[in-house]
């Protein structure tokens, strides 16, 4: 069974339709990236799954059942914006986490944001986006998920950070799960990807296995997707 089923999915507001006849299938264990242009779709698509948007049409299903709440409590789902109350110290949003999660690892979390140098008596709001990005991908990172769901995680860090993240990415999400990257930093987190999703214009463009694209396409997956696009 694959973890992620999509079956012609479309979302459309009126008559613009963000997402059309998108068809998927994501098996377990795998490093996915989600690349497009801005606008392109991938949000919606990630927001679908996450069951945050209702489709116009087609279905998604996760462990071949339809979203909602069991589903709810195997993704762990980083958007693209920090959503955490700016007046919580960071323990304070550990604990709120190991409340609401039933699959949360707190002792993880302190781990990992010592490893970032990330004071856990210190307020959101006293804190850099960057560190405040970094504190949400910790919680995020930190459940015990089949599938961790990243919109844009190295957005707000520096260059010398983002290879420790994508390290952290690589060690320490469930045995068995998979990862959905969606990012324009094609060439940093490309190492760490197994596999591929070009969308562009609300459809699929591409999908496929990276080394196979590479040896096909003569490139890298960031060389293949700008000359697709023509960036």
Do not use: W
Not at 6 to 18: D, M, P, R, S
Not at 72 to 95: F, G, H, N, Q, W
Not at 134 to 154: C, F, G, H, T
């Amino acid at each position: 069974m694959e973890l992620i089923e999509i079956n012609n999915l479309k979302k459309a507001y009126g008559k613009h339709e963000v997402l059309s006849d998108i068809t998927l299938k994501i098996p377990k264990g795998k490093i996915i990236g989600l690349l497009g242009r801005n606008g392109a779709g991938k949000t919606t698509l990630i927001k679908l799954i996450n069951d945050l948007l209702t489709p116009t049409s087609g279905q998604i299903l996760v462990n071949g059942a339809p979203i909602g709440v069991q589903s709810k409590k195997i993704i762990s789902y980083l958007p693209e914006r920090t959503y955490l109350d700016k007046s919580m110290r960071v323990c304070e949003a550990v604990k709120f986490f190991s409340d609401f999660y039933d699959n949360f690892d707190s002792d993880k979390a302190y781990r990992l944001l010592s490893d970032l140098g990330l004071d856990k008596y210190t307020k959101l709001s006293k804190m850099s986006k960057g560190m405040q990005e970094k504190v949400q991908l910790v919680l995020v990172m930190s459940r015990e998920a089949e599938l961790y769901i990243l919109d844009e995680p190295l957005g707000g860090v520096d260059p010398a950070t983002r290879d420790y993240i994508l390290d952290t990415i690589l060690s320490n999400f469930s045995e068995g799960a998979s990862v959905i990257i969606s990012t324009h930093l094609i060439s940093d987190i490309e190492r760490i990807l197994d596999e591929v999703i070009f969308i562009d214009c609300g459809k699929i463009a591409l999908y496929g296995e990276c080394d196979k694209l590479r040896e096909e396409e003569n490139g890298s997956i960031d060389e293949i997707f700008r000359r697709m696009f023509k960036c």
